[in-house]
Each structure stands twice: as C-alpha cells, then as structure tokens.
C-alpha cells in the first residue's frame, strides 16, 4: 500500500508543478496573459491612434499669414497634441512621427525664414543639434512637443519604463524629405532618404529601445517561411508576449520603402515593418487612410490577418462639423489602429468632436477580427 501511495502522491505532486509552471508562462493565464484562459493575440484588438502625434499649431500671426496664402487648406494645421506622456496615460497606443534628416551637422530647421518676419518665437534648440528631426512641415509648421527623434523615443521609453505592463505601443515613422512652394523666401529643401540616413534612424531606435523591447517583423515570422504566411497563419504574438514593448512601422511606399529594404534584406535584422502589397511576402502592417473609400480593403485585410491603421478625422474638417460618419466607419472597419488628432475635443469649435473606444480599457475587442475569447480578456494597459 505504502507504494501505492507514494505513487498517487508523487503524480499529484508533477501535477501540481505543471499547473503552477502554466501559471507562470506567458500566455498561460488570464485572456491576453495576466489571469487564467485562452491568449489572446495582437491582431485580436482595436486600439485608439493619433495622428502628427508631436504636432503644436502655429502661432496665431503665422496662422494668419498661412491662411491669407493657403486659403482654408491652411485649418488642416489648426491642432495640438498634448505630449506624448500624456496620449499614451489616455489610453493612446499607436503614435506618428514625420521624421527629416538634419545630416551631418544638423541645424536645418533651427532658423526658419519666416521667424523674424513675423516675430516669431525662437525654436527648441534642440533643432540646431544634430540627428534626425521631428516636424510637420519645415519652415511654415515647424513646432513639436519633442523636437528630436530621440526626444520623441526618450519620451515613449521613460512612459513604457513606469508602466511595464502595457499593451504594445506602435510607432509610425513617415520619412519627409518632400520641398514646398518657396514665394523666394529662399526655404530650407530637406535631404533625401538615402541609406545612410535609413541607417541613421534604427541606430537612433537601438540607442533609445534595448532590442529585447522592440517586436520586430523577425519576431512574428518565427518558423514561418515568409512575414505574410506567418501573418495568414494567425501567428501574432499574445497580448502577453507583447505588453511592454515597442513595434515600428515606415510608413513610405516606393523609393524609400525600397532603399530601406535594400539596407536590411535580412527580415531578421530588421526593426521596422514595411508597407508592401499583400502579395508581398515581407506584408504584414497597412497604412489605408480612408475607411469610407476604402472600408471594404480594411476588412478583407483585417480578415487575412494583416494590421491596418486607418484614420477617423483628416484636416479637422470633422472636428470642424461635428460629423461622425468617418469616425464611425473607421471604429467599424476593423482597423487596428483608429488614428484621430482629437484624442480631446477642441473646445475652440463648439462641436465636441472626440474620438474614444467604446468601453474603458486602452483597447477594445476587433469588431472584425476578435475570435469569441477576446471577450473575457484583460485589456488594459
């Protein structure tokens, strides 16, 4: 009898070892990985964006002198962002930086022409150092809450380090390099995207994020021959395997997509996701702006598989009505990434324009893509 027992106690024993070991797994607790049920993965959630995240109106006087050249186009620079801390505690998980070089000796935008003209105010000093730059557009909409590159990470990074738990924070890089009309005030014309300045931008990212933090595209194809099959097979990673980290999406199509792919062939070595055709098989994240024109591409992307942002407002015409119906069609789309400069209304327009998620987590189940699990799942952070 006594072996018997020993038996019965020893394989009561390993049971109890692997309930607690599952327990302590990633993945194994609770829906999205803190408590107990099935995971929940990436591709599962909807989470709100804002877009121009670093972006500060220009001050009324150059408000005015855009507006008498620009006519009424001039209103889509008429937004404020809070800093980046303070999108991110409202529940913001996805971010956009337009970034410019500003090589090798930096100082480009530091002196904007129109500045003395107008009686502007100085500029963040920061512009005069070297390193990549964050702005809308140079010299008629210059000003940013984070004017560096690695100011803007620093800032993601500092909030990520007090909140360890949260849910993935994407970041969107659009790499501007594009002149403006110039009426002879002799504007700066910003360098080009070469592979050096590619070179330049995950240097500055490595510099600021220990890999270990960053989910890159290697990291969702694991085994898996191609980005895109890895994608279609549903291999996100949980919530769980993601909370704290950072993941990078280009948001550039052709010349510079290509030149940054050609400096990084490796997807292993990659940091950044690239915007390609679905056919591509480096496809895995989409940028489609429009989710009225083009609601119908978001979902069948959305069904794939594939990450998509999409926008809810564009150039405060929304904010500017009231009008909900591209808001609404965004939150319907199934677009991962709801993107909106109104993450607060704007109380100057009397109309009370906001963008939020139903509920109170920082994310909501896909409407589109959430299996019946998500529903139990812990989405906060």
């Known amino acids: 009898m006594r072996g018997v027992w020993q038996r019965r106690t020893a394989a009561l024993l390993a049971a109890a070892v692997v309930l607690v070991a599952a327990c302590r797994t990633p993945g194994g607790g609770r829906p999205g990985g803190r408590g107990e049920g099935p995971p929940v993965r990436l591709n599962e959630i909807q989470v709100l964006a804002s877009h121009n995240s670093y972006h500060v109106e220009p001050e009324p006087v150059l408000m005015d002198a ?5 006519g009424e186009q001039a209103l889509g620079f008429r937004y404020t962002h809070r800093p ?4 991110l505690d409202a529940g913001v998980r996805q971010v956009e930086l337009d970034v410019f070089v500003d090589e090798p000796d930096g100082g480009l935008y530091a002196s904007p022409v129109l500045g003395p003209v107008l009686g502007l105010a100085p500029v963040d000093p920061a512009l005069s150092e070297p390193g990549l730059k964050v702005l809308h557009v140079q010299e008629v909409d ?6 560096t590159f690695t100011a803007c990470l620093t800032d993601v990074r500092e909030w990520s380090d007090a909140h360890p738990d ?3 924070v994407t970041i969107q890089v659009e790499a501007k390099d594009g002149p403006i009309p110039d009426p002879g005030f002799g504007f700066v014309v910003p360098p080009s995207w070469d592979a050096a300045a590619f070179a330049r931008l995950e240097e500055e990212i490595r510099a600021v994020f220990p890999e270990e933090r960053i989910l890159t595209p290697g990291d969702v194809r694991g085994p898996h021959r191609t980005l895109a099959a890895a994608v279609r097979a549903g291999r996100w990673p949980t919530l769980d395997e993601a909370r704290g980290k950072v993941m990078f999406v280009l948001d550039d199509t052709g010349a510079k997509r290509d030149t940054y792919r050609a400096l990084v062939p490796d997807l292993d070595d990659r940091l950044l996701f690239v915007d390609v055709p679905e056919t591509d098989p480096d496809a895995a994240v989409f940028v489609v702006n429009d989710p009225i024109r083009d609601g119908d591409r978001i979902r069948a992307l959305v069904e794939e598989g594939f990450l998509v942002r999409t926008r809810a407002d564009a150039d405060t015409r929304e904010a500017r009505s009231g009008d909900t119906t591209r808001r609404d069609a965004a939150l319907a789309s199934g677009a991962h990434f709801v993107s909106t400069d109104y993450v607060w209304p704007d109380e100057r327009l009397g109309t009370g324009y906001v963008v939020d998620l139903p509920g109170d987590g920082a994310a909501r189940c896909n409407p589109i893509s959430a299996t019946p699990r998500c529903a139990r799942a812990d989405l906060s952070g």
């Open 166 to 168: 949260h849910l993935p």
């Open 84 to 87: 980046l801390g303070e999108q």
């Open 66 to 70: 855009l507006t008498a050249f620009l």
């Open 142 to 147: 210059f000003r940013s809450t984070c004017a």
